[in-house]
């Protein structure tokens, strides 16, 4: 079954530093990658995906995510972080041609101003 | 476009009560999900409905556990006897079509169980 791993369960960085979040997949078969983002009080949004093509792909916010198939990676990043990205960050996956979506633990980032 | 509804916000039993939550997707999305997300977990899909029929119910614990979706829009979620190990948040979320993998996500219900 597919595993996803997030080694980063906390994160805290001060504003306008880069931002570089882990996330690892077990299955080596073509997947669909996704990060979902939970703001303090709010529900989970997606944040970008990937199904093919261009493996760096944008999100919204600034995010954008590089799928790297050798390494079954597909780690999030964003050039300058603000104060308003504190925010919980799920990595999931989904097998080509089934929904089933298997989330990582997910992160938490601090921002501090 | 109003999102995914669910409720109650917040539930707190005692062991082996039984609790029900509701879920009522976006207008015309015809795949329903429910998730359980225990503390410091990732979300774990339960059950994934396509219209009113089941398409994946093999991570739902059927001995307490039940979904229906009877005409195809809203759902419910139940649990009977409930258990220590069910307090959790519990996550609904709706996507227009099966296949679209896009997954639009209800605030959740917490549950405690006592």
């Known amino acids: 079954a597919q595993s996803v791993s997030q080694h980063n369960h906390h994160v805290i960085l001060s504003e306008a530093a880069s931002l570089e979040l882990g996330c690892n997949y077990s299955y080596g078969g073509t997947v669909n990658l996704f990060w979902y983002v939970q703001y303090p009080g709010q529900h989970l949004q997606l944040l970008l995906k990937?199904?093919?093509?261009?493996?760096l792909v944008k999100g919204i916010k600034g995010f954008e995510a590089e799928f790297i198939k050798s390494k079954f990676s597909f780690n999030l990043r964003k050039p300058s972080v603000q104060w308003s990205d504190t925010a919980e960050y799920f990595c999931a996956v989904a097998d080509f041609g089934n929904e089933k979506l298997t989330f990582g633990t997910g992160t938490r980032l601090t921002i501090i101003p | 476009e109003a999102g995914v509804a669910q409720s109650p916000r917040y539930k707190i039993i005692e062991k082996r009560q039984s609790v029900a939550f509701w879920c009522n997707p976006i207008s015309g999305h015809a795949t329903l999900y429910w998730y359980q997300q225990i503390l410091g977990q990732g979300p774990k899909l339960l059950i994934q409905f396509q219209n009113n029929g089941v398409v994946d119910d093999s991570q739902l614990p059927k001995d307490r556990f039940s979904a229906e979706r009877l005409k195809g829009v809203d759902s419910t979620l139940k649990i009977q006897p409930a258990k220590l190990e069910d307090s959790a948040v519990y996550l609904c979320?709706?996507?227009?079509?099966?296949?679209?993998?896009?997954?639009?996500f209800g605030p959740g219900t917490r549950l405690t169980v006592t």
């Open positions: 979320a709706s996507s227009t079509r099966q296949g679209s993998y896009e997954q639009y």
């Open positions: 990937y199904f093919s093509g261009d493996p």
